[in-house]
Each structure stands twice: as structure tokens, then as C-alpha cells.
């Protein structure tokens, strides 16, 4: 094989399929953008506020969940709408770009609740789910250690067999919702790596919050914001039942799942936010640098939004495309990275003054945010991994 061939076998290894919304989810977007406006009007939320204080918002997820707009691809005897992932697209797509606070259900919408329905057992499937799709439950994920992120396979938070369950005693850390969670999936060491295979030894469970030796302590982040957590367990006892899937083999779980949570609209649109207000402080200016940089701007967002939705299509046509996720995320994060600098940048040339009061303070927030887009959702450094590997290149 020449250099030239394994370049093309390289590229073919990526496909994004040229995926459209079909019209079903287009009359889907109108209802929420209908919904949307009414909570806005209702004073609900505040799609341009500045701080992030109104992300949690119980009754607006009672509401969602009502619309039927959680676990909307899950099956029906569990709560779901049993639609496809192109109409949850639409959903989130516009969730996001209004700033709505989806602070309790997301998590559970997105993640969680598919891993209960693959690996957990029908008592607690039963009990669980549909409590989520009425958007009554929030969920938090509990990988991260102090001594272990990136790689996840060295996770120490230890969980020991005992009469009717397990012990579980370690921390977890930067365990975003902790401290409102109902329940965590967590990520334990059931046994010892071994010599042959050291993803071996780590088991997911069902963790209910309330659980007596469990101990949460908020941290703030550099934008002042207290969203994420440290988690401590102490000998917390958890039920036998509530193990997800096969104990020691937590490895072998990670699936197309990834791929829902890399590739989602919320991974480019989390600071759109600012795009909107940049156009809107930008006016009808006849500045043509002004123009061309908004232009670029809306432009790689729309191909950013291309290569999102087809990788939705791809999941809905059961294939699974865990490289073409990670390069959204990847490229996604760079996008919002350089969306403050550009900002800045374009507006330089206006005065100071009350208009620009609300982009300013939403700039500042961008800026600050922006870092963590890099670590949330896997670094860049370990998604470029995966997609080198993915190539063949490693
Ligand atoms: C806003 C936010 C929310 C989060 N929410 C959660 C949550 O809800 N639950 C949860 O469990 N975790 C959560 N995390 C934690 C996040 O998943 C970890 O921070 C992340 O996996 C990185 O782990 P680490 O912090 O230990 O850094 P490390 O893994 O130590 O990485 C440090 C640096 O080294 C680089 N690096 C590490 N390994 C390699 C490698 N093999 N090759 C090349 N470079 C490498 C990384 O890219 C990074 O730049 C959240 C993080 C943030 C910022």
C-alpha cells in the first residue's frame, strides 16, 4: 500500500452522512418555539441573563415533561415518546439556544436515563424513568477522581461486597449537579486491575443521593458559578439491584452513548448566547469587516450544525459514530473558544454605551467560560487521541 492509499483509507474512515431534519421535526420546533416564547413572556427565564443562577428550575422541567419532551426516544411503558433522535435534536437545539434553565433533567434526558434503560433491572426501570420523562428527576455522573479524569480506568472510589449490597468508600470530584442530584451513576473499582487487562475491575451503579455516607461539598468555579461538586462516600452501603450491567466489566458499557453526549447541539451552541447578542449590538451596520467576521461566524456554525445532525442520523440509523462525535466536540470547543476573542474583535469600533451593557456582560461570561469547554465532555487533547486513532495515524 502506498503513503497516497493509506491517506484515502485514513479519510474514509470518517463518513458523515448528509442527514436532513425531516418536516415532522421542523413542525417540532415551531411547538417549542411556541412554548419557549410563552415561559419567556411568563417570566420564567431570561434568555439573555447574564448570570447563570436560573438553570435549575423545577417547574419549568414539570412542564417540559409534560410537553412530553423528556425521554422522548425512550419506549412508552416507561414514560418516553418512543420519537426519533432527530425530533430530541430539534428539543435540545432550541433549549439551548434560548438559555433555557433544562438544569435538572438534562443530564438524566441525555445520559443516565439511557443507561438505566440498557443495564438497569425492570423494578428500577419502572420506578425511575418515568419520574425522569415528567422531569422530576435529576441525575449527576460520578467518574472524575482527584486522582483520575482523563483516564477513567484508574479509579480508586472502591466498592466491597457486604450482606444485601456493596460498601462504597473514596471521593469523587467536579461532579457537575451533586449537590440537587436524586441519584448518580457512578463509577467504582469492584476488583483489582489485572496484569492482562487494566480497564478490568470497574463496575457502574445506581447511587441514591440520600444515601447516609455520602457527603457533598459545592466548588466554585473561576466564573463564580457553584454547578459542580466534590462527592465523598464513606462506607455508604448501596443495594446488590442496583449494579448496571456486569461488575468488573464497566468497560465494555462504553457505547454509541459517548457519540449522544460528544456530538449534541449543546457541545458548539453552550455560548451562542453571544453570536445573537453580537449580531443584535452590531445592528444594521455597514461595517464591512463587521459583516464578513458575523458571516464567518454563522457560516462554520452551520457546518458545525451539519456535521451535529448527521451524526444524530447516523445514531437514529443504529450505526455508531464515536469519531465523527468527537470531532464535533472537538471542533465545536474550538469554535466557542474563539467565539469571545472575535467578538471583541467585531465590536472594537463601537462606542462604549447602554446598548452594548447586556453583550459586554455576556462577553465577560463567554471569556471566563470558556476554558472549561476544553475539559467538560473529554479534553481536547484526549479526543484528538481518539480521532488519530480512528484514522489510523496511531
Ligand atoms: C464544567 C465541568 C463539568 C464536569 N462535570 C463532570 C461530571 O459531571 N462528572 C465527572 O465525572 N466529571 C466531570 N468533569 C471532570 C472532567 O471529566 C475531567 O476534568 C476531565 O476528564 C479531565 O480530567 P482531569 O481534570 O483529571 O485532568 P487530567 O486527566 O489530569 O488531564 C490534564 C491534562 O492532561 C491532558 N492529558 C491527560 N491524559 C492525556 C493523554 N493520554 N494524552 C494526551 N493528553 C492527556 C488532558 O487533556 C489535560 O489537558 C467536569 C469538568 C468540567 C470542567
Redesign the pocket.
Do not use: P
Given at each position: 500500500m502506498t503513503a497516497g492509499d493509506a491517506t484515502a483509507g485514513a479519510i474514509g474512515a470518517i463518513q458523515f452522512d448528509p442527514v436532513r431534519l425531516p418536516a415532522s421535526a421542523q413542525a417540532l420546533r415551531r411547538e417549542v418555539r411556541a412554548f419557549l416564547a410563552d415561559e419567556i413572556a411568563a417570566g420564567t427565564f431570561d434568555p439573555r441573563r447574564t448570570v447563570t443562577s436560573a438553570v435549575f428550575d423545577p417547574g419549568f422541567s414539570r412542564r417540559v415533561g409534560a410537553r412530553g419532551w423528556i425521554g422522548m426516544t425512550w419506549p412508552r411503558r416507561y414514560g418516553g415518546g418512543e420519537r426519533s433522535f432527530l425530533d430530541r435534536y430539534v428539543v435540545t437545539e432550541e433549549f439551548r439556544v434560548a438559555n433555557a434553565p433544562v438544569g435538572l433533567h438534562f443530564?438524566a434526558d441525555r445520559q443516565s436515563g439511557p443507561m438505566l434503560l440498557r443495564y438497569g433491572s425492570e423494578p428500577i426501570k419502572d420506578a425511575i424513568l418515568p419520574r425522569i420523562t415528567r422531569g422530576e428527576c435529576c441525575f449527576?455522573?460520578?467518574?472524575?477522581e482527584p486522582g483520575?479524569?482523563?483516564?477513567l480506568f484508574a479509579a480508586a472510589t472502591r466498592a466491597v461486597r457486604c450482606d444485601g449490597g456493596w460498601r462504597v468508600t473514596g471521593t469523587?470530584?467536579?461532579?457537575?449537579?451533586a449537590h440537587r442530584a436524586d441519584y448518580m451513576i457512578g463509577l467504582f473499582r469492584t476488583s483489582p486491575r489485572t496484569a492482562a487487562d487494566r480497564r478490568h475491575g470497574l463496575t457502574q451503579f445506581l447511587v441514591d443521593m440520600r444515601t447516609p455516607g455520602i457527603a457533598v461539598s459545592t466548588i466554585s468555579?473561576m466564573s463564580g458559578r457553584r454547578?459542580?461538586d466534590e462527592v465523598a462516600f464513606d462506607d455508604a452501603l448501596i443495594p446488590d439491584d442496583h449494579v448496571l450491567g456486569a461488575v468488573d466489566l464497566a468497560w465494555q458499557q462504553a457505547t454509541s452513548e459517548l457519540a449522544y453526549e460528544r456530538s449534541g447541539p449543546e457541545r458548539f451552541l453552550e455560548t451562542s448566547y453571544l453570536l445573537l447578542e453580537l449580531v443584535r449590538v452590531l445592528g444594521a451596520t455597514d461595517d464591512r469587516r463587521s459583516l464578513e467576521g458575523v458571516g464567518r461566524l454563522v457560516a462554520q456554525l452551520h457546518t458545525l450544525r451539519r456535521m451535529s445532525v448527521s451524526v444524530a442520523g447516523m445514531l437514529e440509523a443504529g450505526k455508531e459514530p464515536v469519531l465523527e462525535g468527537s470531532i464535533v466536540k472537538d471542533l465545536g470547543t474550538s469554535w466557542q473558544q474563539t467565539l469571545p476573542a472575535r467578538a471583541r474583535d467585531l465590536t472594537a469600533f463601537l462606542e462604549p454605551g447602554a446598548d452594548r451593557a447586556v453583550f459586554d456582560a455576556l462577553l465577560d461570561y463567554a471569556t471566563l467560560a470558556a476554558p472549561?469547554l476544553?475539559?467538560?465532555?473529554?479534553?481536547?487533547?484526549?479526543l484528538r487521541?481518539i480521532i488519530a486513532r480512528g484514522l489510523g495515524l496511531r
Open positions: 443530564t449527576c455522573i460520578g467518574m472524575s483520575s479524569g482523563s483516564d469523587k470530584v467536579w461532579t457537575t449537579a468555579d454547578e459542580f472549561k476544553t475539559i467538560q465532555g473529554g479534553t481536547t487533547e484526549i487521541g
